[in-house]
């Protein structure tokens, strides 16, 4: 645990030595926060409202050069300030909270969980739910706050190259895309992402599938092949269009089901809502 | 860093504290010793004689209830005892000597590592690398040793039922099939392991193909699907029958390319060299 | 996804070929189902009634050698069959549930998740959360079911040597601790567990640390030296003379802040709630 | 396993609906290729001329907007045409070939492997292997090549405000140093970076020590404590000062002993060799 010791302001001695080192040094730092701690949170749900989860945070905040130190006990302290479950509106209101009571000028956090979406059998609309992987992050640096969302959507890819050469079958396997947005007008939910990467996969996951949903799914991906260039293509074309979307970044990783490594994709843009 | 302390040998004053817990806990050990340290190894190899690898390293021995600690710093010595590069041969040879090294009647290894194996393109003969997580685990007990081999191996599954339902198509994945054996007479390759999972496969993986061959392992995989529960009967129909095995156990992990979690299988059986 | 088949029935012919296959093989298979499904949960928390965590499940059936293969799809519609949040009590009626739906006679269900405390800081009584990875994992077989919990428990450890043979200091570090017990009768808190695991430890870990509790805790656990033997054996000897346990394993792993490997040890035995 | 396909040259009739896609987009493509490839590799070492290990690889190409897909098995055949074990010598040389062969104006690289260094303990001079994570990663654009290389390692720290504040002890523990630099002149060894991070550390880590290297090592910690600021800005002061390096990015990760979470500091800047 760290104490923030301004290099000027007069100190009792037990702390003189550690204050000498700071003048010599004249090394602003970028990030110095906590890594790694987990607290349970609610999330904003376009069907239900909210959602309880259980999220992971990294907290940092800019520290001048004449510091010797940030207060690390401080990153806890807002984490538990807010009700014991923290709900995302308060993201933008947490990063300048965390920045100001950190004496900043720049504060950062990640904030990473798993967010269910209840989704419906193509077929029989058997009902079952779907993880994601989601991260919400952001910096707040100079009064501006930038907010962006992230979301690991596994699809399934199926091979264009493997079904055109091929008598019969094609090989598919599950991929992950990544798609990070910076949130600039109105409000984004992580469905709406999860959506656009599922449509431009060759097909969407399910957690629970009946015969007739099974035969769906497998002709589907058969009628629809994509290589990873497209997934991510694909997903910027969409991205691009989008009022609410300022900058973005685009990742796939198909995990070859005929190979022991990944094939992978990567595309950065900007989208209609770019703030210059 | 630990030291061993038997209870009833004199002791110098500093350590008489630690020395008086350990009489009313009565309570032996089943092991104790180092977890997850790396060391450069040599594994032999069928093809090429040896390769060079990197493992990580678990190894522990059991403690009587009158022995307060063990030596921790022996084990490191073990490993460095032998040259630079650890052979595999001497492997059982290691484990006798690290439980006679610590004064203890069990001794527990394992030794995990990647393993590659230069395997030929189905049409184009085209060589490249495929790599096999392998793992050399084993005890000695009462004056008696045993040595298991142990390979996870990436393979393609087709799922028959979907193949079935399906106009055209069928969902495939990478699967990762485990095979654990007792090795119990005579001389057992990795690469033996690897290819009898591999056989029972609906398709091996490849580190490199060309067109034709994609277009082979995609009909391959197609002509010969597989459920998670055939995968591991047919290996341990062939573990059954092998002279060199005595108890074995399989498992195979399908990566589900229409769901975000996998099927799972895993059967225990015994060889026909097991040893009573 | 698989389908069962038993091998007798008169099936439609689209299958005959798959039930071909069976009968030469012979195999009953041990264990197959589903791994790695996350599923929110709501978990019974002493202090505060329930708490809302999300969940990773294994789930398993056993198979007689005369099916092909079992019904995944019925694994996920028991997790759907439960409100939307499935609350801890009713993990063993779910075992039976599963066990019963799959036609099987054996099943198994492995669940985990992150658990959050919350702690007051040992001087200045401010409180934070803590969290820790528990598992509750069991059995259902031939009518009788298992149950068992399993908690993961970060602490700090300082070593009894260093601290002995240095003339200032002691190295110490964070430690993991992983109780696993049987509950044979009554109930017993993920709390409870969590609690002897820290109370054997040198120290246990805090969220918020103020000045006045840091210092509290340095000195409490130079106080308090602790070899990883000593820390499975304090706990074995509490859960020894536990009325509610029956079988138990208890080990720890130091992240020793003076190697780049951990020192482990691991102790098995009885509660004295031990049903023959 | 994907096909380049230039949109302007005439196809096969097979591919056509492929074609008519990529017209429409006009997106270029950041990053394609393939990802967590393991192959063995030959690395340069200071003390005995080279050392045997394993690598994952990373290896991607930009593709113009203008072409459907890459040429995925032309990085395995990369991987491959250099002898079975690759040198780091041919990094750089490897990146130009791979970005011609793969016919784009940009090519990335990254090449990630556990790398080891003899060390003697600091009393009893007893020698011991240290394990470090080291990756060697560039960039080749437009006829410029840059080369950086990272390495994560192990030390101690001791927290400076733990000692100050309590009347014996300090909580320490292990923490992650990242070191990664941009080599613009000469010759720059990894254990010249590790030996950096090991100097400004509290400790460094050794394998194996004996029970006078223990008490060494314990005292030093404690003689010399380090914030997290501290550990990232000491190195920062070091690498600035160094003619060989352009860029650079410094981070700790401390796993703090007294929480279950950890402390974490970042610094970027340019060293003496930074060429415009």
Redesign the interface.
Known sequence: ???AVPVKKPKVK??ED?QG?ADT?Q??????????????VKVKDRARGE????ANF?M?VN?PHNF???H??RF??IL?RHE??ISVDSFGQMLVEMTEHLDASAGHIEMTF?Y?VMKKAPVTGV?????YQATIFGEHREGKTDVWLKVVV?T?S?????K???????????SHITVRVEVTVGALYLEELARIAEEAAS?E???????AD??F???R??DNPK????L???I??RLKRDPRIGRFRVAS?N???????????????VGAGLID
């Open positions: 645990m760290n104490v037990s702390v550690v080192h040094r090394l602003p730092i970028n990030k110095v926060g906590i890594k790694d701690i987990y607290h349970p959602q309880h989860t259980v990294n940092y520290l010797k130190g940030t690390m006990s806890v302290e538990h014991r479950e798993p269910f009902e079952s739910l779907m993880n596994p399934t199926l091979c264009p190259c493997s055109k050469i091929s008598d019969y079958g094609a090989h598919n396997q599950r097909c996951l399910f957690g629970l599938l009946k015969r099974e035969k799914v497998t002709e991906a058969y290589f990873v260039e497209d991510v293509r694909d910027a074309l990783e995990f070859e089901s005929i190979h022991n490594h990944s094939a992978y994709a990567e595309i950065a843009g």
